[in-house]
């Protein structure tokens, strides 16, 4: 379903009982301004979404470009099949009150998670948005004139925005 692609790619991450994974996302979307709740599509198998539920805490971590190849490792290896996969990943974690967060992340946003409803081979997991960090690359609009994003178009590929905003 790449219709509605290029997506912002995101970080999620999350620790439950001493073990920590993020995964790579591009299916996430606010759906309430007030409070601030986000959902998060995720297959039923990551190990990332069994220790969201576990501990029901997470962070959704935006990463500029130059983190490409980090985000797409951390999307594309198990955690399950690789229990080496975080020290290879090329990222560092950092834990602030039980939220891993990925230092270097443009914004950090720590989440509770509300619920989750399955709707196929994903389910939608709502988290809400407990506290955010951000630092000049969102002020708090991204700034995408100074910052590079990173957008998935599919699969293994990804782009980035450009440096024009149009307004009306």
Known sequence: MYLLHPRPAYAVCSLASGVLDCLAASWITPVSR?????????????????LIRSSRKATVNVLEWGMLK????????????????????????????????????????????RTHINMGDHDAVFLDVVRVEYGEA???KPRVRDY?????????????????????
């Open 138 to 140: 969102f002020t708090p």
């Open 148 to 168: 590079k994003y990173v957008l998935h178009v599919g699969g293994g590929e990804y782009t980035s925005n450009t440096d024009s905003v149009v307004s009306f």
């Open 34 to 50: 007030q409070p601030p709740i986000l959902m998060v599509a995720l297959a039923p198998r990551r190990a990332t979404y069994a």
């Open 70 to 113: 980090s985000l797409h490792y951390l999307g594309s290896v198990s955690l399950s099949k690789n229990p080496d996969k975080m020290a290879a990943s090329g990222v560092k974690v950092v834990v602030v009150d039980e939220y891993p967060k990925i230092e270097g992340a443009l914004a950090v946003l720590y989440c509770d998670l």
